[in-house]
């Protein structure tokens, strides 16, 4: 069984879409491995949280959000217009991240993406050329990931040549990394944890605030930073909103600031 590591007072079921047996099987399975009740499409009214297959992969569906009361669904989806148009439009190389993780021309880092969430940002460094290691300790996103990663994996477009370079690991990423072989450290890791909320939390995107819901505040954040540099190549870097203290209390490198965060980049210089 998975244990889940946020306290909520959210209720969560498994469940699928009526109409196709291999769904529910699918489900079934999933609920086996994490540990949760399995419900029948009729009885999805009774749970605030669900996580429901469907032919278009698994999604969660929250009965209600706070600030938007109304039925919210999530789900990681690699052909979404939103990833392709970044992808596209994003700034190539020299968008902020790219060059925060170290990637420019003729450079390629492997990057080790320690707080994965919904594999996002992984996916960017994955079109943009780069090898990545991703590690994410929720069972909950770990599951909407690997279903996201198996979608993706079939599609012409970007099946062999953007998902090929993503693997995933779900798992705590500090005992990974302080258990990990240190011949074969990343060249970046890159950490973007959740952060405790803070009165314009309530304006954060609607998936922050769903993630939030399953995951809750990264409290161990300090504890990832250092053990991220004890293992790092050739930098860390840290995604922290604007006006926020540095983890750890150690002062990066340098920063790289944008509108509403930036990310703080430790070079290894001692390039081990
Ligand atoms: C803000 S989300 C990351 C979003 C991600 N950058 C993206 O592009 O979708 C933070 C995620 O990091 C994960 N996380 C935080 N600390 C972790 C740890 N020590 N090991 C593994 N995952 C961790 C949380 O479970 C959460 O899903």
């Not at 244990?3 to 489900?27: F, P, V």
């Not at 994490?34 to 929250?62: A, C, D, W």
């Not at 970007?158 to 090929?164: F, L, P, V």
Request: glycine letters at 6%.
């Amino acid at each position: 069984m998975i244990t889940h590591n946020h306290c909520s007072t959210y209720s969560l079921a498994i469940s699928y879409k009526e109409g196709d047996a291999s769904l529910q099987d699918k489900s079934m399975a999933l609920a086996k491995i994490m540990g949760l009740p399995h419900i029948p499409p009729s009885r999805q009214k009774e749970f605030n949280s669900l996580l429901v297959y469907t032919e278009n992969g698994l999604r969660i569906q929250l009965k209600h959000d706070r600030a938007i009361k109304k039925p919210q669904v999530l789900q990681v989806d690699f052909l979404s217009n939103a990833l392709n148009y970044r992808r596209q439009h994003g700034g190539g190389l020299k968008q902020a991240l790219a060059r925060a993780v170290g990637i420019k021309p003729g450079v390629r880092p492997h990057i080790l993406d320690a707080t994965a969430g919904l594999g996002k940002d992984s996916f960017l460094f994955a079109s943009l050329g780069c090898k990545v290691t991703m590690l994410e300790r929720s069972p909950i996103l770990a599951a909407l990931l690997q279903d996201g990663l198996e979608r993706a994996a079939l599609s012409r477009e970007i099946g062999e040549t953007i998902i090929a370079q993503l693997s995933f690991i779900q798992c705590d990423a500090i005992t990974h990394m302080m258990s990990a072989d240190r011949n074969k450290k990343p060249d970046s890791i890159y950490l973007d944890p959740m952060y405790p909320q803070s009165n314009k939390s309530a304006l954060n995107k609607l998936e922050m605030r769903i993630i939030r819901e399953f995951v809750g505040d990264d409290m161990d954040s300090d504890a990832l930073l250092l053990a991220a540099l004890d293992y790092s190549g050739k930098r860390v870097i840290v995604k922290r909103p604007k006006g926020a203290c540095v983890l750890a209390d150690i002062p990066p490198s340098h920063s790289i600031t944008m509108k509403n965060s930036r990310y703080d980049v430790y070079m290894n210089t001692g390039g081990s």
